[in-house]
């Protein structure tokens, strides 16, 4: 038996057993208590480990860069475990806020049904129930982007694999993979296949199931709350069911598939408008704050023609970002999806010279595409923005789903290649070689990445792309598979660690000595300082400060009566919090999420604060009325606790 035939054999076992297998190792990563947060960041902020612990991360490396992983979203869903799952939580800055708004914490209520991936938290203790969270989406995506890329390559079961690693480990899922472009990708495959199987399956427990499949991503999909994404991918979604309509038109529908969807939808209507008219007044106060409340996107880059054009191209740089920290921007907002979208557009006047079954599903994919590099580069009316929903969208978001359909309609591309050979001949395919070399080329010497990218870089990408789209154009199809897959293994499976636990959080001194404090006295305020703002919520502590979804205007305007600085801190907010000796407190803006509070110590009372732990030296800072008393540190980080005496 060949190499290669033993290698078809363990694909075929593997694609035979998808489910089985995904299904083991979703156990296994939950029994080893793995996830693939940054937690471990905190280790830089909070050294000092409690006898015995040990770093928690088994392989990779925690990124600094995902802020919104270690800093934000892991402490919120702790947070929530630690008070209960409440849909308000009191206990996350003085004015608290809403968990469903705030970056989809679990949530002990029926909008739960629309977040699988919080499901762990129900009955898990809190490390579990991350470890739940990872191997869901890893496990899920990968499954239903096989799925999905089977259905629109006619069943190619190779290409469907090398698709589910494609799609799963892309750069943009994998540096967004606990936001929400991981989330709407998740979602939006979810939807899409089963509705595809709702209506394609004859049998009664597929349709129920893909019901129930479809209630619970819908949810999902509408509960991300990030508009900057989710009307981008609302119009994929759109496209490709289009496609799918006059791909596969002429079947017969029951009455009792237009009763289960009937119901299905339904209920997706009433957990949104449940959800939506408790969470009205917090949604009116996002939804009109200075960010990103009122930013309005009118298409276009700002950017010069040529500055655009290279920038659809940054996904060149991403097989280098988990290795050397781009030296532009940042690497979440460089990652992306690799795609061969130039090599398409070039080829479609063969492709779709004629719309016929067969294509339908790629064409409408590709008008998608044509219609979304028309809003990247040509603005529009205000008006036409607004109506549309597109307004929402700024130029790096929608750059992003660009690159993800590309991304799909290149697997789709590949998938039809196969079946039509005779589509590219030899000359036309060396022409397409060369014009994409030379794009790939012009777009880093033209563009940020050319500083980032060493003279033997540069030569590797493009000769890479170009290499590999020559192999698929030439029909050297397993050459391409094999390459492409080490491709997207060094892109994108390097990217986030696999971390063990919470001990990254919960056995440090600092992290014990607080929760023995709490212990004693649980209605305590805390302000934490320098970046334990969002370090106290996942030990419980009722937190001044912290990161706030929802502005906590209540709270800014009795320090700013006359509401002077209003356009500072009406925003979606990282709370830096500064106890200053002075009598008068001030705001200040450091970036577009991030503001900073310099509280003045005469008023701690307001809110009747009563501990104050960072590296802040504080001790000898008093007023005729209080003091403060110092009660633990000073640490390696310089972090100290002092307690407010109040007479």
Same mark, same amino acid.
């Given at each position: 038996?060949?190499?290669?035939?033993? =290698?078809?054999?363990?694909? #075929?076992?593997?694609?035979?057993?998808?489910?089985? +297998? =995904?299904? $083991?190792l979703?156990?296994f990563?939950?029994?080893?208590?793995?996830?693939?947060?940054?937690?471990?960041?905190?280790?830089?902020?909070?050294? #000092?480990?409690? @006898?015995?612990?040990?770093?928690?991360?088994? $392989?990779?490396?925690?990124?600094?860069?995902?802020?919104?992983d270690?800093?934000?979203?892991?402490?919120?869903?702790?947070?929530?475990a630690?008070d209960?799952?409440?849909e308000?939580?009191?206990?996350?800055?003085? #004015?608290?806020?809403?968990?469903?708004?705030?970056?989809?914490?679990?949530? @002990?209520n029926?909008?739960? $049904?629309?977040?699988?991936?919080?499901?762990?938290?129900?009955?898990? *203790?809190?490390?579990?129930?991350?470890?739940?969270?990872?191997?869901?989406?890893? $496990?899920?995506?990968?499954?239903?982007?096989?799925?999905?890329?089977?259905?629109?390559?006619?069943?190619?079961?190779?290409?469907?694999?090398?698709?589910?690693?494609?799609?799963?480990?892309?750069?943009?899922?994998?540096?967004?993979?606990?936001? !929400?472009?991981?989330d709407?990708?998740?979602?939006s495959?979810?939807?899409?296949v089963?509705?595809?199987?709702?209506?394609?399956?004859?049998?009664?427990?597929?349709?129920?199931?893909?019901?129930?499949?479809?209630?619970?991503?819908?949810?999902?999909?509408?509960?991300?709350?990030?508009?900057?994404?989710q009307?981008?991918?609302?119009?994929?979604?759109?496209?490709?069911?289009?496609?799918?309509?006059?791909?596969y038109?002429?079947g017969?529908?029951?009455?009792?598939q237009?009763?289960?969807?009937?119901?299905?939808m339904?209920?997706?209507?009433?957990?949104?408008?449940?959800?939506?008219? %408790?969470a009205?007044?917090?949604?009116?106060l996002?939804?009109?704050?200075?960010?990103? =409340?009122?930013?309005?996107?009118?298409?276009?880059?700002?950017?010069p023609?040529s500055?655009?054009?290279?920038?659809?191209?940054?996904?060149?740089? %991403?097989?280098?970002?988990?290795?050397?920290?781009?030296?532009?921007?940042?690497?979440? &907002?460089?990652?992306?999806?690799? %795609?061969?979208?130039?090599?398409?557009?070039?080829?479609?006047p063969?492709?779709?010279?004629?719309?016929r079954?067969?294509?339908?599903? =790629?064409?409408?994919?590709f008008?998608?595409?044509?219609?979304?590099?028309?809003?990247?580069?040509?603005?529009?009316p205000?008006?036409?923005?607004?109506?549309?929903?597109?307004?929402y969208?700024?130029?790096?978001?929608? /750059?992003?789903?660009?690159?993800?359909?590309?991304? +799909?309609?290149?697997?789709?591309?590949?998938?039809?290649?196969?079946?039509?050979?005779?589509?590219?001949?030899?000359?036309?395919?060396?022409?397409?070689?060369?014009?994409?070399?030379?794009l790939?080329?012009?777009?880093?010497?033209?563009?940020?990445?050319d500083?980032?990218?060493?003279?033997?870089?540069? /030569?590797?990408?493009?000769?890479?792309?170009?290499?590999?789209?020559?192999?698929?154009?030439?029909?050297?199809?397993?050459t391409?598979?094999?390459?492409?897959?080490?491709?997207?293994?060094?892109?994108?499976?390097?990217?986030? *660690?696999?971390?063990?636990?919470?001990?990254?959080?919960?056995?440090?001194?600092?992290?014990?000595?607080?929760?023995? +404090?709490?212990?004693? !006295?649980?209605?305590?305020?805390?302000?934490?300082?320098g970046?334990?703002?969002?370090?106290?919520?996942?030990?419980?502590? %009722?937190?001044?400060?912290?990161?706030a979804?929802?502005?906590?205007?209540?709270?800014?305007?009795?320090?700013?009566? @006359?509401?002077?600085?209003?356009?500072?801190?009406?925003r979606? &907010?990282?709370?830096?919090?500064?106890?200053?000796?002075?009598?008068?407190?001030?705001?200040?803006?450091l970036?577009?999420?991030?503001?900073?509070?310099?509280?003045?110590?005469?008023?701690?009372?307001?809110?009747?604060i009563?501990?104050?732990?960072?590296?802040?030296a504080?001790?000898?800072?008093?007023?005729?009325?209080?003091?403060?008393?110092?009660?633990?540190?000073?640490d390696?980080?310089?972090?100290?606790?002092?307690?407010?005496?109040?007479?």
């Amino acid at each position: 038996m060949t190499v290669v035939t033993r =290698g078809k054999k363990v694909l #075929d076992y593997l694609i035979k057993f998808r489910y089985l +297998i =995904g299904l $083991v190792l979703f156990v296994f990563i939950i029994l080893m208590n793995w996830n693939g947060s940054s937690i471990s960041q905190w280790d830089s902020r909070v050294s #000092d480990r409690t @006898k015995g612990a040990t770093s928690s991360i088994v $392989v990779g490396q925690a990124r600094s860069v995902r802020t919104d992983d270690w800093m934000v979203q892991t402490p919120f869903y702790l947070a929530q475990a630690k008070d209960g799952l409440k849909e308000f939580n009191s206990k996350l800055t003085q #004015d608290g806020q809403d968990m469903v708004i705030s970056y989809n914490s679990p949530v @002990k209520n029926l909008t739960i $049904v629309g977040k699988p991936f919080n499901w762990g938290f129900l009955f898990l *203790p809190s490390d579990r129930a991350l470890s739940w969270y990872y191997a869901l989406k890893v $496990v899920g995506m990968f499954l239903l982007s096989f799925e999905f890329i089977m259905i629109l390559t006619k069943r190619k079961r190779y290409l469907s694999l090398l698709g589910a690693f494609w799609i799963t480990l892309s750069p943009g899922v994998q540096w967004w993979f606990f936001q !929400h472009l991981g989330d709407l990708v998740y979602f939006s495959l979810a939807i899409l296949v089963s509705v595809f199987y709702f209506f394609a399956s004859k049998k009664s427990w597929v349709q129920v199931c893909m019901a129930l499949l479809f209630s619970s991503s819908a949810i999902g999909f509408i509960l991300v709350l990030y508009p900057a994404f989710q009307v981008m991918f609302a119009y994929f979604i759109l496209a490709v069911l289009v496609g799918f309509f006059f791909e596969y038109r002429g079947g017969k529908v029951r009455p009792r598939q237009v009763i289960m969807a009937v119901i299905a939808m339904l209920f997706v209507g009433v957990v949104v408008l449940t959800f939506v008219q %408790n969470a009205m007044p917090q949604i009116k106060l996002l939804m009109n704050t200075a960010y990103p =409340g009122k930013r309005i996107s009118t298409g276009g880059s700002g950017m010069p023609f040529s500055q655009t054009l290279a920038a659809m191209s940054y996904y060149l740089t %991403n097989w280098k970002l988990p290795y050397n920290d781009v030296t532009f921007l940042n690497n979440c &907002e460089v990652s992306s999806f690799l %795609n061969f979208f130039p090599i398409i557009l070039l080829a479609s006047p063969k492709i779709f010279r004629k719309i016929r079954r067969e294509n339908a599903v =790629g064409f409408s994919m590709f008008v998608y595409c044509i219609v979304m590099l028309l809003w990247l580069f040509i603005p529009v009316p205000k008006w036409l923005a607004k109506i549309t929903l597109l307004s929402y969208t700024i130029f790096t978001r929608s /750059l992003a789903i660009y690159c993800f359909a590309g991304m +799909i309609l290149s697997i789709w591309f590949i998938g039809y290649l196969m079946d039509h050979k005779e589509v590219i001949d030899k000359k036309f395919a060396a022409f397409l070689v060369a014009a994409i070399a030379a794009l790939y080329a012009w777009s880093i010497v033209n563009s940020p990445m050319d500083s980032y990218l060493t003279h033997y870089e540069f /030569l590797f990408t493009v000769l890479a792309f170009a290499g590999l789209a020559a192999l698929f154009l030439f029909k050297h199809y397993k050459t391409f598979m094999v390459l492409m897959f080490c491709l997207i293994i060094g892109a994108g499976a390097t990217v986030n *660690p696999i971390n063990k636990g919470t001990s990254a959080i919960y056995q440090k001194k600092l992290s014990q000595k607080i929760m023995s +404090i709490n212990k004693k !006295h649980p209605n305590a305020r805390w302000i934490g300082e320098g970046d334990l703002y969002n370090f106290l919520p996942a030990l419980g502590v %009722n937190t001044f400060n912290g990161v706030a979804f929802v502005p906590i205007m209540k709270t800014w305007h009795k320090l700013d009566p @006359k509401h002077t600085d209003n356009f500072t801190y009406n925003r979606y &907010e990282h709370i830096h919090t500064v106890v200053v000796p002075g009598k008068k407190t001030s705001f200040a803006t450091l970036q577009a999420d991030t503001i900073v509070v310099n509280l003045s110590i005469y008023d701690l009372h307001k809110f009747n604060i009563k501990y104050i732990t960072g590296p802040g030296a504080i001790g000898s800072y008093h007023t005729r009325h209080m003091k403060l008393k110092k009660v633990y540190g000073q640490d390696s980080n310089g972090n100290f606790i002092f307690e407010v005496i109040y007479h």
